[in-house]
């Protein structure tokens, strides 16, 4: 069989990286285990030999499977499932860990979402002190995934100065300067 490259899950997205390692560990003939896993019996001395060939089969296609995984994990991934003593046990460990990373992830894009919407310019405050707030939060929405374009960035800076800035603000709409600032 020719060697796959592994897919490596590199925290950003779950999602992508499961579709693609299902895939991989399907080529490997592995998926299987991992995805219903197998019955460790209580008492292997009962068994017949036909049965005892097929659990050792069964416990060496996990462990390939649980290899495979533990190669596309860095040491972060690897950490979340090293207690796993199976393939199908490493999978939903991974699965649980980054679903809930994404439902964390989706609740933060929310809060920054509220608050760059809810961003004014305090009376106070000079323009560079809010650039840099305004700024700090785009940044951020970026950080986790939020498709923020600059001039959408310069809009939200513009549409929330200050009054006594609404003069220049007319000026630079009426000559669509702020296009070039971006």
Not at 13 to 30: C, E, P, R, T, Y
């Amino acid at each position: 069989m020719a060697a796959f490259q592994v897919p490596v899950l590199d925290n950003n997205s779950f999602d992508n990286w499961s579709i693609k390692m299902k895939a991989f560990l399907g080529a490997h003939d592995v998926w299987e285990v991992v995805e219903k896993g197998y019955i460790e019996p209580e008492d292997e001395s009962t068994l017949s030999q036909p049965q005892k060939e097929s659990l050792k089969d069964s416990r060496k296609r996990d462990k390939k499977a649980l290899y495979l995984i533990y190669q596309a994990l860095d040491d972060n991934g690897f950490e979340k499932v090293s207690s796993a003593t199976s393939a199908k046990q490493a999978w939903e460990k991974l699965q649980t860990s980054y679903k809930e990373a994404e439902q964390v992830k989706k609740v933060r894009l929310q809060v920054l979402r509220g608050e760059f919407e809810s961003l004014q310019m305090k009376g106070s405050e000079s323009i560079s002190d809010y650039f840099s707030r305004v700024l700090a939060v785009s940044n951020q929405l970026k950080r986790n995934g939020e498709k923020l374009e600059d001039v959408r960035i310069m809009e939200k800076i513009l549409c929330s100065l200050d009054p006594k800035f609404e003069h220049i603000v007319v000026t630079i709409e009426e000559k669509k300067t702020w296009k070039k600032l971006v």
